[in-house]
């Protein structure tokens, strides 16, 4: 096995450029060069990644950090001297530069064999103080890789945004040893809500204090009087500062022995870890999850876990209760395979009136400010964010080309356009023919995603006066 703590101590070292503090005196006195010298020797480093700063000719603790940057990586003596064997690397065709040294190191990473439970190392050991560094393990480092490890490794992932496995690969070591990874009082301070925000951490904080009995609205995302009051509940009876605002405290509380522990409720947006991976590859076998089993329980496993009870003709709560997981792992689960489930399924999109336009709109809503972190469709961006809310409302949209059918009225002036409406618009350039999907918010705007599945945000539509526009009007359509 690599050792990564030799690894690291490289890499570290090379990652310090511009973070190390010295005197320009110092520095000056480390090398007797001619100004021009100095400034050749700046250009070089900057060509070759290491030195980030304008180059000039004078020689002072930034230029110093990049020679040293340049030395470590190529295996010379760390001196900040330009020595012989310096300069004869650095001017010849195969200095190694700062992203070559880099992408040498992640795939070095990504060679290594997996620490997982059972293993027992130094390198365990290691890890474990990191994790210990960053907030993540609570325990005594001792190289065993037990529950409380994995459990640590879990809770890591999920905060920096890697696939939670409880598995430490080449990503998780990677990221702990050689980047900036979020500490976890960090991502609970990111957490934190109070009183009139909106967005995904609301949605979770809400849903968590749902599972309580101490949240009786929808989980909309918004926080308003009820999600303040159910914060209270939560910290009185928690012995917290009931102050009604979620925060890090608050959440390090709601998040206390849940990482990685077998779950007896129903799973819910904000869950992680096997059981949940574990369900979407299987909603994955069915034909209703396309993306890859995380084992994180976001937006596009809730839409998955709502079309898939549709399919099998239950309540679309998206949460996986008890009965929702018999459903899914018994031999007779419905699947999008089967005619019967994709004639019901455009049924009920053919059926659709004013009352989900309405229901669109109030969910789209709610959803301002929220992140969906994935990567979106190359040629109908903002799918999965309109799938959700159309699902969420109550119409089993399984494919872009749902969408496209519904949106079928072009439309010739942005007025015309009402919330709820359900908006695409055509661009083409050379390259291909991209539509961009969104939701209608009223006043000549629309509710979308930014690039990649970000975050979900209003627009003004005479950005996209360059393309047509269609979009599905339930009122029109129906006659309502």
Not at 41 to 64: K, N, P, V
Not at 434 to 458: H, K, P, Q, Y
Request: hydrophobic letters at 45%; one cysteine or more.
């Amino acid at each position: 096995m690599l050792n990564y703590r030799h690894i690291a101590a490289a890499l570290a070292a090379a990652l310090l450029l511009g973070t190390a503090q010295a005197e320009p005196s110092d520095a000056q006195n480390l090398v007797d060069m001619a100004s021009e010298e100095v400034l050749r020797l700046e250009q070089r480093l900057s060509e070759l990644g290491y030195f980030t700063g304008e180059c000039d000719d004078i020689y002072d603790a930034e230029t110093r950090l990049a020679l040293e940057s340049f030395q470590q990586a190529n295996g010379l003596e760390v001196t900040g001297r330009t020595d012989a064997a310096t300069l004869e690397r650095l001017n010849s065709a195969d200095a190694l530069s700062r992203q070559g040294y880099l992408t040498r190191f992640a795939n070095a990473y990504a060679q290594m064999a997996p620490l997982e439970k059972g293993s027992t190392s130094g390198d365990v050991l290691v890890m474990q103080r990191k994790l210990k560094e960053y907030g993540y393990f609570a325990g005594e480092p001792d190289g065993a890789f037990g529950d409380t490890t994995r459990q640590a490794v879990e809770t890591f992932q999920m905060a920096n945004g890697l696939p939670v496995t409880g598995v430490a690969d080449g990503a998780v070591l990677m990221r702990l040893m050689a980047d900036s990874p979020i500490s976890w009082s960090a991502f609970l301070a990111e957490m934190a809500a109070q009183s009139g925000d909106t967005g995904l951490s609301v949605y979770v904080l809400q849903r968590k204090l749902a599972r309580l009995g101490l949240f009786e609205g929808s989980c909309t995302g918004s926080f308003g009087k009820l999600t303040e009051q159910a914060v209270r509940r939560y910290q009185r009876a928690s012995g917290l500062d009931e102050t009604g605002e979620a925060d890090a405290v608050t959440w390090a509380a709601l998040y206390a022995g849940t990482a990685g522990a077998p779950r007896t409720d129903a799973l819910q947006i904000g869950d992680y870890g096997d059981e949940i991976r574990r369900l979407q590859e299987r909603l994955n076998e069915l034909g209703f999850f396309d993306h890859d089993a995380d084992g994180q329980f976001g937006y596009t496993t809730e839409t998955a876990v709502r079309l898939f009870q549709m399919a099998s003709g239950v309540t679309a709560t998206g949460l996986i209760d008890a009965d929702t997981r018999a459903l899914l792992t018994g031999e007779s689960a419905a699947s999008m395979l089967d005619g019967i489930v994709q004639a019901r399924f455009h049924l009920a999109l053919d059926s659709a009136g004013a009352d989900a336009q309405t229901a669109i709109y109030q969910i789209a809503s709610g959803l301002l400010g929220a992140r969906f972190g994935f990567e979106d469709d190359e040629l109908y961006p903002g799918f999965a964010f309109v799938q959700y809310v159309c699902v969420a409302a109550g119409l089993p949209v399984t494919f872009p080309e749902d969408l496209i059918r519904m949106a079928d009225r072009q439309v010739e002036t942005m007025e015309a356009i009402e919330s709820g409406d359900i908006v695409a618009f055509q661009s083409a350039s050379a390259d291909a023919v991209t539509i961009l999907l969104s939701i209608g918010a009223g006043d000549s705007r629309v509710f979308c995603t930014l690039e990649n599945g970000g975050w979900v945000v209003m627009s003004y539509m005479d950005q996209m006066k360059d393309a047509t526009v269609y979009c599905w009007d339930a009122e029109e359509a129906f006659g309502e």
